[in-house]
């Protein structure tokens, strides 16, 4: 993420357009991949050295790249790498001993230790630092007594992007830079879109929704708990985190009121022609999680006979406005002839506390009428049988792969 | 019955067989009546004097008993100033001069409500500051917590600055009873203003020496931290309570080889800034230099090394380590505080004269036992950075040196001496160590000397 002064925006009929560049942009692809060689040629040297080196290329390689950008944009770069770096301790001493011994030694002298020794052989600078070098071991005391500042430490790892990776994190961050100044943020989530992906990135970033069904996908409002006392910027870091979740799937179109400079303005993009890519990992049990649903979606369809019973992916969303979550089942079971609508949701390999809500969820949802079928895995483990109590519609369970013939044979 | 909870920073209640009064509104997105935290104590009193049953899951304050360690013997004008703040409900802002005590008013205060406190300041150095004294005060009883500058840590007493508050305090906004805000001007700013809706504090305490904003925002303070309760402006305590200084002002002369390459550096960067056309007034006015210079081809390059080359000899000029050395050397049984111009200068100078460095990046805890060796005796002299901005407190030191690139303003220099400390029978002294010879002088010089 960038620190607000390297953000870029400009207005542009009312609108606010963000500063940036494009991949093809050979340019800023050689200037990308400049700066991604300095950090790589630096590991194992100080940071105040790199950032010695930064500076001049600042001078060097922005204006070339602008005239008047040019400054910014090398900065922002060097932000962005910044965050793929690690950094060490340049030294096994403490620093701290050394120079707390130091200055002890120095102001227990009866005068300010000379520069040089001189005839009337008063204590020198040198006496002091090579008494302390002698008690502690270290060659060079006065080097290390502040090698715990940030200059100091040592560039341990990088990981190195390619230049098009940091022209397109760039852009992603210039948009991220602007959300911090959002008072709100409206997402429209298409059809076919993740909609559990992003109420997973609501959640984790504490943000407060309120949901609206469109006539395809749902209308998505997003801001905290202090809005509506009047508009405030307070959650715009979290929206701006929540940005490269939402990036992970489409089709969306969001608009953010954003106070720019001491104007409202207003940021709108969509996912056709945002041309934005997320570097979110996404979710981790997600991850996991998709391999099973990928393998039933294959069973359910390798299944010849399947009683009249439609899969759908997952499209509702069924809102719990007092949890601030929302459950996105993984799979709609529509029957054709009869209209009947049950959720189909599949608990993978899940935390305890996961579980735990996810099951109070359920409860909750059943309560509302929804009919909700739940296929759980055994590694899932003694939470079993809370679960089958808990979930009257029934559980499911499966070993590594849940078959269509299982959740077949739970219908009703 | 109506119950109140905590929930990142609002008042919730639940309940409630109504609709409820302001600030309450009814949240359609979560479906609860919700009002920003600091309606906390309007909403309790209300409840209790209507009589209405509820119950209180919101608040998670803790009763401490805090007793202060150090003895305080408080002068007359804080006494007075804790009483008015008693009068007016244990909420409200304390207007008092630089070095006039006003962390003496705070330290009472928690006192006196001895329940859990969150101290509000705006920079690291000040956290640091706070942190030390509270250390001193409660630190037998009660763990000091910080929040900001790399620390996490929350206690009962915690010490944290208005930007970590502004994320934060909607994590731990229902941990204090009391909350302190130092520099409280800094609180109308429009970002920190949302800060005390956040916390249900029923009690707060503001301490400044210049409540007025140019923006008028201390039109605002009534309702974010209370009423001003008591005001004594430096004129009503100057001589009796606030230590009178001598300032001496000490000229450094660049030497024959500085000033030859000084001048040369001052050439070159001149002549390109007059072919340019630019001004040089402001930051912008630098910017835009530093843009022309490495964009112009010709000449640009050597313009910008000339710029940090002349910076570098007027920052770094030989007699002005000199003079340092010679002062530390008759001072050296005094006690003496220098203020050096940047936090690398303070590093280069602690590494010279193996004297300790303060800067914003040294750690809360080894800050504190410096300033505390210095006030034992144990260390002699110390190096400081950017210390007003950060209105640190000097250590019973009685000799203050500057080191600053050209003159001071009049008033930054007031400040510094009025935050000495000298020991009985002591004269505070300040010098004032300021390059000449630099500048405009020059170019003028070298104008006229090219027609001979």
């Known amino acids: 993420m960038l620190r607000s002064e390297h953000v870029m925006a400009r207005l542009y009929r009312g609108k606010l357009v963000t500063h940036s560049l494009s991949p093809d942009d050979q340019r800023a692809l050689d200037v990308a991949g400049e700066l991604c060689d300095l950090y790589a040629e630096h590991v194992g040297l100080p940071r105040s050295q790199l950032e010695r080196e930064l500076a001049v290329r600042e001078e060097g390689l922005g204006p070339g790249l602008d005239a008047r950008r040019g400054f910014k944009i090398v900065r922002a770069f060097s932000k962005l790498l910044e965050e793929r770096a690690s950094w060490s301790a340049p030294t096994e001493a403490d620093p701290y001993t050394l120079r707390t011994r130091i200055f002890e030694l120095a102001a227990s002298l009866p005068e300010p230790p000379a520069a040089e020794a001189g005839l009337l052989e008063a204590p020198t600078r040198e006496d002091v630092l090579s008494q302390v070098a002698v008690e502690t071991g270290v060659e060079d005391p006065a080097a290390y007594m502040y090698a715990d500042r940030q200059g100091a430490q040592l560039l341990g790892d990088f990981d190195r992007p390619s230049p098009g990776e940091l022209v397109r994190r760039y852009n992603v961050a210039q948009v991220q830079g602007v959300l911090y100044s959002a008072k709100d943020l409206v997402v429209d989530l298409g059809e076919g879109a993740d909609a559990r992906l992003v109420f997973h990135y609501v959640k984790l970033l504490g943000l407060i929704y309120d949901l609206e069904p469109l006539a395809h996908g749902h209308r998505i409002h997003l801001d905290g708990p202090l809005s509506i006392f009047g508009g405030t910027r307070k959650y715009g870091l979290r929206l701006a985190k929540f940005l490269p979740g939402l990036l992970m799937t489409s089709p969306w179109k969001l608009s953010a009121n954003v106070e720019w400079r001491g104007r409202d303005t207003v940021l709108e993009l969509d996912s056709k022609t945002s041309g934005l890519e997320s570097h979110y990992l996404g979710p981790k049990d997600e991850r996991e999680a998709d391999d099973v649903r990928e393998a039933f979606v294959r069973a359910w369809e390798r299944t010849k006979d399947t009683g009249g019973w439609q899969l759908e992916r997952g499209g509702d969303v069924l809102p719990f406005p007092r949890r601030k979550v929302a459950l996105v089942p993984d799979f709609t079971l529509r029957h054709t002839g009869t209209g009947e609508v049950v959720q189909l949701e599949i608990l993978g390999f899940w935390s305890e506390r996961n579980l735990v809500e996810r099951v109070a969820l359920l409860r909750e949802a059943e309560k509302q009428g929804h009919r909700l079928l739940v296929a759980a895995s055994e590694r899932l483990g003694a939470s079993q049988e809370a679960l089958s109590g808990a979930v009257e519609g029934g559980v499911v369970s499966f070993k590594e792969r849940l078959s269509a013939k299982a959740v077949l044979a739970a219908l009703p | ?452």
Not at chain 2, 210 to 217: L, V
């Open chain 2, 1 to 452: 019955m109506i119950e109140l909870f905590y929930e990142a920073g609002t008042l919730v209640a639940t309940g409630a067989s109504s609709g409820l009064p302001e600030p309450f509104v009814w949240d359609g997105r979560t479906r609860q009546w919700r009002a920003p935290a600091s309606a906390y104590r309007e909403t309790v009193l209300d409840l209790r004097a209507q009589g209405i049953p509820h119950e209180d899951r919101a608040s998670a304050f803790e009763k401490i008993p805090l007793e202060s360690r150090v003895a305080m013997e408080p002068r007359p004008y804080q006494k007075e100033a804790l009483g008015a703040w008693r009068r007016d409900g244990l909420r409200g802002v304390v207007v008092l001069p630089t070095g006039a005590g006003k962390t003496a008013v705070a330290v009472s205060a928690m006192e006196r409500v001895g329940r859990s406190t969150l101290v509000v300041v705006p920079t690291l150095a000040l956290l640091k500051q706070w942190y030390s004294v509270l250390q001193d005060a409660f630190g037998g009883s009660v763990t000091i917590g910080l929040l900001g500058g790399g620390y996490h840590e929350i206690t009962p007493i915690t010490v944290t600055t208005y930007d970590s508050a502004y994320i934060h305090a909607e994590r731990y906004g229902d941990r204090f009873a009391l909350v302190v805000y130092d520099e409280v001007h800094h609180l109308p700013a429009p970002k920190n203003a949302i800060i005390p809706k956040m916390l249900l504090a029923p009690y707060a305490l503001g301490l400044t020496a210049t409540p007025e904003r140019p923006d008028g925002g201390h039109d605002l303070l009534p309702d974010l931290a209370g009423p001003t309760v008591y005001r004594r402006s430096p004129e009503d305590l100057a001589g009796t309570y606030l230590a009178p200084f001598e300032l001496i002002r000490i000229p450094i002369e660049l030497t024959a080889q500085e000033r030859f390459d000084y001048a040369q550096a001052e050439a070159v960067y001149r002549d390109f800034l007059e072919k340019h056309r630019l001004p040089m007034r402001s930051p912008e006015d630098w910017q835009r230099f530093i843009m022309v210079a490495s964009t112009s081809h010709s000449g640009g390059r050597e313009a910008l090394l000339a710029a940090r080359q002349r910076r570098e000899i007027r920052e770094g000029a030989m007699r002005k380590g000199a003079t340092l050395e010679t002062l530390l050397r008759r001072h050296w049984d005094d006690r003496i505080i220098v203020f050096a111009k940047s936090v690398d200068e303070v590093y280069a100078l602690s590494r010279r004269f193996l004297i300790p460095g303060v800067t914003y990046e040294t750690p809360a805890r080894e800050r504190k036992e410096i300033l505390d060796r210095i006030r034992e005796g144990r260390y002699r002299a110390v190096i400081a950075s950017d210390v007003l901005n950060e209105g640190v407190d000097v250590p019973d030191a009685g000799v203050a040196v500057i080191l600053a690139g050209s003159a001071s303003r009049r008033e930054y220099v007031q400040r510094l001496g009025r935050i000495l400390r000298p020991r009985e029978g002591k004269r505070a002294i300040l010098y004032e160590l300021v390059t000449t010879q630099t500048g405009e002088e020059f170019t003028a010089r070298r104008r006229k000397e090219a027609f001979l």
